[in-house]
């Protein structure tokens, strides 16, 4: 079975930083492309980031331009997202998604159970 | 960006009935190899999005067949021919053609 793993949210005061991982099992994860989608509280989905499988190209919304970073380390099968300079309007459920392809900017056929990340002073 | 506006908001059906869910794109989703980028999700209460309906027509892997999906170009539609309780949640289209990826709004489903 697939499994995506997210870890890493909290609570950190505007401003501050936090690096979510997401480790992956029961896929070769080197040929996949992966990503990050976010969700406010009773919101809808947002995708904010994507890598290929090679780590190479990396993709982002505008909104989190700049200020997140996406990795990945194949041999640990483990994703990231390095997440600086927060606002309030970061304030969501963060979920790490698998690509159907391994493009870095493509749609997401698995989903972890995300983790909460919450902006506030 | 591509912005992809889900009717209707909401959606109240008895089991066993039909049920029918529009998507709209502000840009064509056909790309030069023939096929649209719009894919269905469905969110059931307290879990995350599972795939549906990937490329406008292809039901996923384990996607019962009363789910079908239809549509090319900027019009696309997501029909459950009888809906089960276990379809309840809310409903997502998404085009994957254009960076940024972008969702609609949601479509949310539940039992009359």
């Known amino acids: 079975d697939v499994q995506l793993l997210e870890s890493g949210g909290g609570l950190v005061q505007p401003g501050g930083s936090l690096r979510l991982s997401c480790a992956a099992s029961g896929v070769t994860f080197s040929i996949d492309g992966m990503g990050w989608v976010r969700q406010p509280s009773g919101g809808g989905l947002e995708w904010i980031s994507g890598?290929?499988?090679?780590?190479?190209?990396?993709y982002y919304a505008d909104s989190v331009k700049g200020r997140f970073t996406i990795s990945r380390d194949n041999s640990m099968k483990t994703l990231y997202l390095q997440m600086n300079s927060l606002r309030a309007e970061d304030t969501a459920l963060y979920y790490c998604?698998?690509?159907?392809?391994?493009?870095?900017?493509?749609?997401?056929?698995?989903w972890g159970q995300g983790t909460m990340v919450t902006v506030s002073s | 960006d591509i912005v992809m506006t889900q009717t209707p908001l909401s959606l109240s059906v008895t089991p066993g009935q039909p049920a029918s869910i529009s998507c709209k794109s502000s840009e064509s989703l056909v790309h030069s190899d023939g096929k649209s980028y719009l894919y269905w999700y469905l969110q059931k209460p307290g879990q995350p999005p599972q795939l549906l309906i990937r490329e406008a027509t292809n039901r996923f892997s384990g996607v019962p067949d009363r789910f079908s999906g239809s549509g090319s170009g900027r019009d696309f539609t997501l029909k459950i021919s009888r809906l089960e309780a276990e379809d309840v949640g809310v409903y997502y289209c998404?085009?994957?053609?254009?960076?940024?990826?972008?969702f609609g709004g949601g479509t949310k489903v539940d039992i009359k």
């Open positions: 890598i290929n499988n090679n780590g190479n190209k990396a």
């Open positions: 998404m085009q994957s053609f254009q960076r940024p990826l972008t």
């Open positions: 998604v698998r690509q159907v392809t391994a493009s870095g900017d493509d749609a997401s056929d698995v």
